[in-house]
């Protein structure tokens, strides 16, 4: 003992420290040398599917949440009314619900809900559960930010919005008022009275606003959304309220009267008010009443925003609506899908187990799911080659040739209900021609940046809505220079002569941005002899341009949430948030609106063909290409079939050894 | 020392003061905001709420006001980016593995890089010099991004008990800290090349050599202890930056640290992420250069009577 010491000891400190990690370090490998089977090989044996989820989830509370990821997680741990078919699209198994029937028009949805389905505590699920979800997810002060998905539900928009004029006078049955004589007045504000000068005094500070300002602070926020204080200085007489003139003195004032009740009563919640379309005929039997006939709603049921939460656990940690309460971390959460969350290491993984509690455990073949937040593609790629995961969550274009040589078993390619577009400024010059615009699409050759530059198997789109078994795209998009050049010249740019060079498309930083940008740029060059700038900007900045109409054309992209064309459609109308083109045609809204009050499916299909020509032919948008995924998928994973809207029931997934 | 100490960490709290008085307003200058960073757009009686809860809707100055006495609490606020979590959490979570890679990078670092230093100084202007001095400046020029899925490529496909990412195995540690560690070791070694120069040249290691005194201990005991200063006041800052800006390393290896939340927080304008991350970079910094200080006090008594 003493001879070793003594040997270290004239050892100079360096060396001494060398040996001292070396031995450390054979200890670790002789520890981790001991692994002789590989991630997959263990998963497998265990029954757990490792899939690379692309990031860290936002959450995974599904009333607040709007992302794939987050939706990746969700479908295994809960559970909606229907379930997504394994293999067919469009298709609806049962989940919560035993079975479902609509009235005539499809107004009206009656789900029967099963028996045996249980909570993951054991609490059994009725309709109060669904009742108090829907009602959850709509609360205005929740901020859900995907609430507008039950905006079917009648009523819910208003909810939702805490719409209190509509409320007050027209849901509710007591109305003293009738509703068509004052749905003129100002209740949801007008955003176009100019307050951004005062907005902070404002909101702190009232009473510090000369009059002038107040009058014009109320009528921007209009009646809903204004305080006690600001409805008592309409009712006082001191505040110029913009009343129309149809409605009378004594309406006003029972208009203000009413308003400023709730509000004294502290604002309480206005659910049982509004009579939103949802109810209980008995504990197991729900009833969905909707604002038009939708015959598609056991289709939309499979969007987690429409799945239940468990209010007995919700109100555990907090009320009805407050957020972020906790209730989805590990040891809180209850849920009632195939699988429960069983760990989650921040930035690591999440782990989901069979859920021995769910209805149908018997089909579930898994014995878990392990999540890992793979942000770098090609790292994930690479994982999987080296046997680290069963599924990845993306392929990288380079990537995809590389796999095609290595691993051709293992690449997928398969279409994605998702379209790649441009967004064009019509309210700038020229692209406010719509030759011009006819132009610029007419000259992009979408098969060869397809073929070239994408390398995932893409369809060019000759339409918006992309193509499903049910929905026919107008045929009206194709390539052809000749067209292209001769629509240039009658909008008054022969060759591109006396053509702005001042064009600039708008990109994200992103790699494939850029390059799909430079190739549009090259095309515009050579068919149409125009010169068109790139910017890039970085993702926040490249939003709120977009938003605030300050750019020419800005590269985007659309994933569906449903099978319906309506997904892709509605964001075209005026005023969405999701349309920022400045484009907005009434004859176009007039067929939206037509095709939501049609009962008949095929009927109603062919109005919003009608209305995807319209907007086709004013293109405000130009159509590239419809998505499809491309991932590599480990030959062991069985149950995992090509499905439009990439939303795979975990249930069905099974592994097989070897 | 101790007055030294006492300076140093007042001094410290007045630069992270100011670097997250900076932060603050400096974030909120970019274009864009917090609640806009998804593709879809949010509703606007939505974002409301939502900016309600994060008292987002006050005027600036009373957000300030709140944040400073929040962070004197211990409270650095609630994540945008990451809903429901606090900034307190994602640090403590993200933390650990962070200092794993660190220590594993440094450790790699000073084991390459040292002996190196103290060979190619001993054999001056040989082969060994020559080579040694060529190997680091690759080592400097080679950027993690390109040496990692190197290593990645060459090492892990190759073994099997090396994963090519993940954090779950004690191998896990290897190949981040390979990658963090060449580039440091690369400086490392040439740091002491040069400082073992400049001793090795000094009058007193020459009467030692003529003493008698054989060459090892004169290595050891009077030549790196002084050779080492330059080193050593490279490490700490190094150690430091290592912790918190190892972003690309940790995405090519799936290592859940702490660098990557520092770049996620710029780009989805997560405020109080990123000022949290801020301050705890700043003491993170001002504490290695602390120990630094020490360090140097330690190796060289000529500092100890200047203080």
Same mark, same amino acid.
Request: with cysteine.
């Given at each position: 003992?003493?001879?070793?010491?003594?040997?270290?000891?004239?050892?100079?400190?360096?060396?001494?420290?060398?040996?001292? /990690?070396?031995?450390?370090?054979?200890?670790?490998?002789?520890?981790?040398?001991?692994?002789?089977?590989?991630?997959?090989?263990?998963?497998?044996?265990?029954?757990?599917?490792?899939?690379?989820?692309?990031?860290?989830?936002?959450?995974?509370?599904?009333?607040?949440?709007?992302?794939?990821?987050?939706?990746?997680?969700?479908?295994?741990?809960?559970?909606?009314?229907?379930?997504?078919?394994?293999?067919?699209?469009?298709?609806?198994?049962?989940?919560?619900?035993?079975?479902?029937?609509?009235?005539?028009?499809?107004?009206?949805?009656?789900?029967?809900?099963?028996?045996?389905?249980?909570?993951?505590?054991?609490?059994?699920?009725?309709?109060?559960?669904?009742?108090?979800?829907?009602?959850?997810?709509?609360?205005?002060?929740?901020?859900?930010?995907?609430?507008?998905?039950?905006?079917?539900?009648?009523?819910?928009?208003?909810?939702?919005?805490?719409?209190?004029?509509?409320?007050?006078?027209?849901?509710?049955?007591?109305?003293?008022?009738?509703?068509?004589?004052?749905?003129?007045?100002?209740?949801?504000?007008?955003?176009?009275?100019?307050?951004?000068?005062?907005?902070?005094?404002?909101?702190?500070?009232?009473?510090?606003?000369?009059?002038?300002?107040?009058?014009?602070?109320?009528?921007?926020?209009?009646?809903?959304?204004?305080?006690?204080?600001?409805?008592?200085?309409?009712?006082?007489?001191?505040?110029?309220?913009?009343?129309?003139?149809?409605?009378?003195?004594?309406?006003?004032?029972?208009?203000?009267?009413?308003?400023?009740?709730?509000?004294?009563?502290?604002?309480?919640?206005?659910?049982?008010?509004?009579?939103?379309?949802?109810?209980?005929?008995?504990?197991?039997?729900?009833?969905?009443?909707?604002?038009?006939?939708?015959?598609?709603?056991?289709?939309?049921?499979?969007?987690?925003?429409?799945?239940?939460?468990?209010?007995?656990?919700?109100?555990?940690?907090?009320?009805?609506?407050?957020?972020?309460?906790?209730?989805?971390?590990?040891?809180?959460?209850?849920?009632?899908?195939?699988?429960?969350?069983?760990?989650?290491?921040?930035?690591?993984?999440?782990?989901?187990?069979?859920?021995?509690?769910?209805?149908?455990?018997?089909?579930?073949?898994?014995?878990?799911?392990?999540?890992?937040?793979?942000?770098?593609?090609?790292?994930?790629?690479?994982?999987?080659?080296?046997?680290?995961?069963?599924?990845?969550?993306?392929?990288?274009?380079?990537?995809?040739?590389?796999?095609?040589?290595?691993?051709?078993?293992?690449?997928?390619?398969?279409?994605?209900?998702?379209?790649?577009?441009?967004?064009?400024?019509?309210?700038?010059?020229?692209?406010?021609?719509?030759?011009?615009?006819?132009?610029?699409?007419?000259?992009?050759?979408?098969?060869?940046?397809?073929?070239?530059?994408?390398?995932?198997?893409?369809?060019?789109?000759?339409?918006?809505?992309?193509? /499903?078994?049910?929905?026919? /795209?107008?045929?009206?998009?194709?390539?052809?220079?000749?067209?292209?050049?001769?629509?240039?010249?009658?909008?008054?740019?022969?060759?591109?002569?006396?053509?702005?060079?001042?064009?600039?498309?708008?990109?994200?930083?992103?790699?494939?941005?850029?390059?799909?940008?430079?190739?549009?740029?090259?095309?515009?060059?050579?068919?149409?002899?125009?010169?068109?700038?790139?910017?890039?900007?970085?993702?926040?900045?490249?939003?709120?341009?977009?938003?605030?109409?300050?750019?020419?054309?800005?590269?985007?992209?659309?994933?569906?949430?449903?099978?319906?064309?309506?997904?892709?459609?509605?964001?075209?109308?005026?005023?969405?948030?999701?349309?920022?083109?400045?484009?907005?045609?009434?004859?176009?809204?007039?067929?939206?609106?037509?095709?939501?009050?049609?009962?008949?499916?095929?009927?109603?299909?062919?109005?919003?063909?009608?209305?995807?020509?319209?907007?086709?032919?004013?293109?405000?948008?130009?159509?590239?290409?419809?998505?499809?995924?491309?991932?590599?998928?480990?030959?062991?994973?069985?149950?995992?079939?090509?499905?439009?809207?990439?939303?795979?029931?975990?249930?069905?997934?099974?592994?097989?050894?070897? | 020392?101790?007055?030294?100490?006492?300076?140093?960490?007042?001094?410290?709290?007045?630069?992270?003061?100011?670097?997250?008085?900076?932060?603050?307003?400096?974030?909120?200058?970019?274009?864009?905001?917090?609640?806009?960073?998804?593709?879809?757009?949010?509703?606007?009686?939505?974002?409301?709420?939502?900016?309600?809860?994060?008292?987002?809707?006050?005027?600036?100055?009373?957000?300030?006001?709140?944040?400073?006495?929040?962070?004197?609490?211990?409270?650095?606020?609630?994540?945008?980016?990451?809903?429901?979590?606090?900034?307190?959490?994602?640090?403590?979570?993200?933390?650990?593995?962070?200092?794993?890679?660190?220590?594993?990078?440094?450790?790699?670092?000073?084991?390459?890089?040292?002996?190196?230093?103290?060979?190619?100084?001993?054999?001056?202007?040989?082969?060994?010099?020559?080579?040694?001095?060529?190997?680091?400046?690759?080592?400097?020029?080679?950027?993690?991004?390109?040496?990692?899925?190197?290593?990645?490529?060459?090492?892990?496909?190759?073994?099997?008990?090396?994963?090519?990412?993940?954090?779950?195995?004690?191998?896990?540690?290897?190949?981040?800290?390979?990658?963090?560690?060449?580039?440091?070791?690369?400086?490392?070694?040439?740091?002491?090349?040069?400082?073992?120069?400049?001793?090795?040249?000094?009058?007193?290691?020459?009467?030692?050599?003529?003493?008698?005194?054989?060459?090892?201990?004169?290595?050891?005991?009077?030549?790196?202890?002084?050779?080492?200063?330059?080193?050593? /006041?490279?490490?700490?800052?190094?150690?430091?930056?290592?912790?918190?800006?190892?972003?690309?390393?940790?995405?090519?290896?799936?290592?859940?640290?702490?660098?990557?939340?520092?770049?996620?927080?710029?780009?989805?304008?997560?405020?109080?992420?990123?000022?949290?991350?801020?301050?705890?970079?700043?003491?993170?910094?001002?504490?290695?250069?602390?120990?630094?200080?020490?360090?140097?006090?330690?190796?060289?008594?000529?500092?100890?009577?200047?203080?």
């Amino acid at each position: 003992m003493t001879a070793t010491l003594k040997v270290f000891r004239q050892r100079p400190p360096a060396m001494r420290s060398i040996t001292f /990690t070396l031995l450390l370090l054979s200890g670790l490998l002789t520890l981790t040398s001991c692994q002789d089977e590989t991630p997959i090989e263990r998963a497998n044996r265990e029954g757990i599917l490792l899939i690379g989820n692309g990031d860290e989830p936002k959450g995974i509370d599904p009333h607040l949440v709007s992302g794939v990821i987050e939706g990746n997680i969700i479908r295994a741990i809960f559970e909606g009314l229907c379930v997504d078919h394994p293999e067919k699209n469009a298709e609806c198994l049962p989940g919560v619900a035993e079975s479902w029937e609509s009235n005539e028009d499809f107004t009206q949805w009656t789900f029967n809900l099963r028996t045996n389905a249980l909570w993951s505590d054991g609490v059994p699920i009725t309709a109060e559960d669904f009742i108090f979800s829907y009602h959850r997810i709509l609360s205005p002060n929740l901020g859900a930010k995907y609430a507008e998905m039950l905006y079917y539900l009648s009523n819910a928009k208003e909810y939702n919005q805490d719409h209190k004029g509509y409320i007050f006078f027209k849901a509710d049955p007591k109305s003293p008022l009738d509703w068509q004589l004052i749905k003129d007045c100002n209740f949801t504000g007008n955003d176009k009275i100019d307050i951004s000068s005062f907005k902070d005094t404002a909101k702190n500070d009232f009473s510090s606003l000369s009059s002038e300002q107040k009058q014009l602070y109320v009528n921007h926020k209009g009646l809903n959304r204004i305080s006690l204080k600001q409805l008592k200085t309409i009712q006082d007489g001191s505040i110029k309220f913009d009343w129309p003139t149809s409605v009378t003195a004594a309406e006003r004032e029972v208009i203000i009267a009413r308003l400023m009740q709730h509000a004294e009563a502290g604002s309480p919640d206005l659910w049982d008010l509004a009579h939103v379309g949802v109810t209980a005929k008995t504990p197991l039997t729900l009833v969905i009443n909707l604002r038009g006939p939708i015959p598609f709603l056991p289709e939309i049921t499979k969007h987690y925003t429409w799945f239940p939460v468990p209010k007995h656990t919700i109100l555990k940690f907090g009320t009805i609506d407050t957020p972020n309460t906790g209730w989805t971390r590990v040891g809180n959460i209850v849920s009632n899908g195939a699988f429960v969350l069983n760990s989650w290491r921040f930035n690591h993984h999440i782990e989901a187990l069979k859920n021995p509690n769910y209805w149908d455990s018997s089909t579930v073949k898994l014995n878990g799911i392990r999540y890992l937040p793979v942000k770098n593609a090609y790292t994930e790629a690479r994982m999987f080659y080296d046997s680290q995961l069963h599924k990845t969550y993306t392929l990288p274009p380079e990537m995809i040739i590389h796999s095609r040589k290595v691993r051709p078993e293992a690449l997928r390619q398969e279409p994605y209900v998702g379209v790649y577009f441009l967004r064009l400024n019509t309210t700038r010059k020229p692209l406010e021609n719509q030759k011009v615009r006819l132009a610029l699409s007419a000259a992009i050759d979408r098969r060869l940046i397809i073929d070239n530059l994408l390398q995932g198997g893409q369809t060019p789109a000759h339409g918006l809505v992309p193509q /499903t078994e049910e929905y026919t /795209t107008p045929k009206v998009i194709h390539f052809d220079a000749t067209e292209a050049q001769k629509l240039m010249a009658e909008a008054g740019f022969p060759n591109g002569e006396g053509f702005t060079t001042d064009l600039k498309i708008l990109t994200t930083p992103k790699e494939t941005s850029i390059r799909m940008a430079e190739a549009l740029q090259a095309m515009w060059k050579q068919h149409l002899g125009i010169n068109v700038r790139i910017e890039q900007r970085e993702w926040g900045t490249f939003l709120t341009a977009q938003q605030e109409l300050d750019y020419d054309i800005a590269v985007g992209g659309w994933i569906g949430d449903f099978l319906d064309p309506t997904t892709f459609l509605d964001m075209w109308s005026k005023g969405n948030g999701n349309n920022n083109t400045g484009w907005s045609s009434t004859e176009f809204e007039e067929k939206l609106n037509l095709a939501e009050q049609n009962a008949d499916p095929s009927e109603r299909l062919e109005i919003l063909k009608e209305a995807e020509a319209i907007i086709l032919n004013e293109r405000p948008i130009l159509p590239l290409y419809w998505y499809t995924t491309s991932y590599l998928l480990h030959p062991s994973v069985k149950g995992w079939n090509p499905l439009l809207l990439d939303n795979h029931p975990f249930k069905f997934v099974e592994l097989e050894s070897n | 020392m101790f007055r030294l100490i006492i300076s140093r960490v007042l001094q410290a709290f007045a630069v992270v003061f100011f670097l997250f008085t900076l932060t603050f307003f400096a974030i909120r200058a970019i274009p864009g905001d917090p609640l806009s960073t998804d593709d879809k757009s949010m509703p606007e009686h939505v974002k409301e709420k939502i900016e309600e809860y994060y008292g987002l809707d006050k005027p600036l100055i009373v957000q300030y006001g709140r944040y400073v006495k929040n962070v004197l609490m211990g409270d650095l606020g609630l994540s945008t980016s990451k809903p429901g979590r606090t900034v307190n959490e994602i640090i403590v979570q993200s933390l650990p593995a962070s200092l794993l890679v660190g220590i594993g990078g440094i450790t790699v670092a000073v084991l390459l890089g040292i002996p190196m230093g103290v060979i190619a100084a001993l054999r001056k202007n040989s082969w060994i010099d020559y080579s040694s001095m060529a190997v680091a400046m690759i080592g400097i020029c080679i950027p993690t991004f390109v040496l990692g899925p190197l290593l990645q490529l060459w090492v892990a496909s190759k073994t099997d008990w090396i994963n090519v990412a993940g954090w779950d195995t004690a191998a896990d540690i290897l190949l981040p800290s390979l990658t963090l560690g060449v580039g440091s070791a690369a400086y490392l070694a040439r740091l002491t090349r040069g400082g073992m120069l400049e001793i090795l040249s000094q009058d007193y290691i020459r009467t030692a050599k003529a003493k008698g005194v054989p060459m090892l201990p004169i290595i050891v005991k009077h030549t790196l202890r002084g050779a080492m200063m330059p080193a050593v /006041t490279f490490l700490g800052p190094a150690f430091a930056a290592i912790i918190s800006g190892s972003f690309i390393v940790e995405t090519i290896f799936q290592v859940p640290g702490m660098g990557q939340h520092f770049v996620n927080a710029v780009t989805s304008k997560d405020y109080a992420l990123l000022q949290g991350l801020v301050i705890f970079y700043g003491f993170l910094m001002a504490g290695a250069n602390l120990l630094v200080d020490i360090a140097l006090l330690l190796l060289n008594p000529r500092l100890r009577d200047a203080t």
